[in-house]
């Protein structure tokens, strides 16, 4: 499998509010996998996110078949 994978991030564990996004490209079959997001860190033991996932290929490539082409996650963290 031939793939290429880039992630974008804001340096610095400290902020409090952080975008995020992943690409993934298979040179194989076209299929793209885009996954931004965004986490709010208003205490530095809690955390909320928002993490959204889209496939992107033709109908024989892998995410031809996935069930679900989009989704969207959110939820929230507590360290203690």
Known sequence: KNALFVRVARAGSELELTPEAIVIFSADDGTWTVVPSITWAPRGYL??????????????????????????????????
């Open 47 to 80: 955390q909320f996110y928002a993490r959204g996932t889209t496939l992107s290929g033709g109908r024989t490539s892998l995410a031809g078949f996935a069930p679900v082409r989009t989704t969207l996650t959110a939820g929230g963290i507590l360290r203690f």
